[in-house]
């Protein structure tokens, strides 16, 4: 499964292949053929090669036995980054590398799923990179990515009926909704106690969002 559909380094999103749950090979295919640039964490190289995806870095910690040798033979030319910081996790690891090397923007794949401790971390650490890279971490459930607050808004069309999640991380202040079924006026969200989780677009149609401070998710999901 070839990662070079048409080749326009930097300018599409760069794919990052973690290391939980995999999702189906027609959704890493279709990113495949968007993503010219392949990052795979740590020990998913073996379950990635064995999909046959070209991998361009390997980046980890490599806490675990595993042959580089045959890695580098295997998927020459790949560059492997040994980041041995034990106070970032690998992902974070990839989008400081991603940020260094000029990226705009990741798509993320394998992030969830499997152990509910890297899910989560790994869904709540992409607001800290809000500002400097354009993250969406996709599975075959979610689609997820950070807003960011005034003076943006973010504006999408959306088909009546599509599930729209407004997570907030930590405390979210003055949140405005345009054409959701459960519109917030100006209105708080906090972690724990309130969460927009499950509403809906009203219509078919642009759905607005904007809030004041604060790190917001936005969750499009599906059954």
Not at 186 to 208: C, F, M, P, W
Request: glycine letters at 6%.
């Amino acid at each position: 499964m070839s990662s070079h559909h048409i080749v326009r380094e930097k300018q599409e999103p760069a794919l990052v292949i973690a290391n939980g749950e995999s999702c189906s090979s027609e959704l890493i295919g279709q990113l495949l053929e968007w993503s010219p640039f392949v990052v795979v964490l740590d020990n998913a190289i073996h379950r990635v090669m064995s999909l046959g995806i070209k991998v361009d870095v390997l980046l980890g910690d490599f806490d675990r036995e595993i042959d580089l040798d045959e890695i580098e033979q295997s998927q020459y030319p790949i560059e492997i980054i040994h980041t041995p910081d034990q106070d970032k996790t690998d992902l974070e690891k990839a989008f400081d590398f991603l940020i260094k090397r000029g990226f705009p923007a990741a798509n993320v794949v394998w992030a969830t799923g499997r152990r509910a401790d890297h899910s989560i971390t790994n869904m709540t650490n992409i607001i800290r990179y809000k500002n400097k890279l354009s993250i969406v971490m996709i599975d075959d459930y979610s689609v997820i990515y950070p807003l960011l607050p005034l003076p943006a808004t973010f504006e999408k069309w959306y088909v009546k009926g599509s599930q729209i999640s407004l997570i907030p991380i930590g405390e979210v202040t003055n949140i405005r909704t345009g054409n959701l079924l459960y519109e917030l006026n100006n209105e708080k969200l906090t972690l724990g106690y309130r969460s927009g989780n499950s509403n809906e677009a009203a219509e078919d149609g642009i759905v607005s969002i904007s809030y004041q401070f604060g790190d917001l998710l936005l969750m499009e999901c599906h059954d």
